[in-house]
């Protein structure tokens, strides 16, 4: 644990990765700076960074600290729904990719902040609002068309069920 009114010093070896995280799982470090004893910047990504043989100070500044928001996903079947994301903060965004199993596509995707839809964005992805959301999807058999021609001559085109298809009525 740290004190962002005070100082903690620690011994870590080169190439140590340290995390910074709060104590309240709900909060969220939104801008982490890491400086090594020459002030030159080490890179901090998802809060984490590697010790680079030198000291380092961390800072952590005012109202860097802010509220999470839960990022549900709700259980479906027939593919997958993942989020970049599982805590965000207001404005975050947030990528949600879906999968669908083999023979199926992407029916509905819904992000909900309670029964209010979330809009996406116009590159698909959408905005964090101040409260927790959940993103829903649903994937439907693929169909397919199959177009034959209706003037055949001296012959005929049938269509052969094959007995390792079923199909839902």
Not at 2 to 29: F, R, W
Not at 82 to 109: C, E, M, Q, S, W
Not at 156 to 167: S, V
Request: aromatic letters at 4%; charged letters at 25%; zero cysteines.
């Amino acid at each position: 644990a740290y004190d962002a009114n005070g100082e903690v010093a620690t011994a870590a070896p080169k190439d140590a990765v340290i995390e910074i995280k709060p104590d309240d799982s709900t909060m969220i470090l939104k801008d982490v700076t890491v400086k090594d004893a020459d002030e030159d910047a080490v890179t901090v990504e998802d809060n984490k960074f590697t010790m680079p043989g030198k000291a380092v100070t961390v800072t952590v500044a005012e109202g860097d600290l802010v509220q999470g928001y839960a990022v549900n996903v709700a259980a479906t079947e027939n593919g997958t729904v993942t989020v970049n994301k599982t805590l965000a903060a207001k404005d975050d965004v947030i990528t949600v990719t879906t999968t669908p199993a083999t023979g199926y596509k992407l029916g509905t995707l819904k992000v909900m902040n309670g029964a209010t839809e979330v809009t996406a964005e116009a590159d698909g992805s959408y905005k964090m609002p101040e409260a927790a959301i959940t993103v829903t999807a649903t994937f439907v058999k693929e169909e397919y068309t199959i177009t034959l021609p209706t003037n055949v001559i001296n012959g005929t085109i049938a269509m052969i069920r094959n007995p390792e298809i079923t199909t839902e009525e």
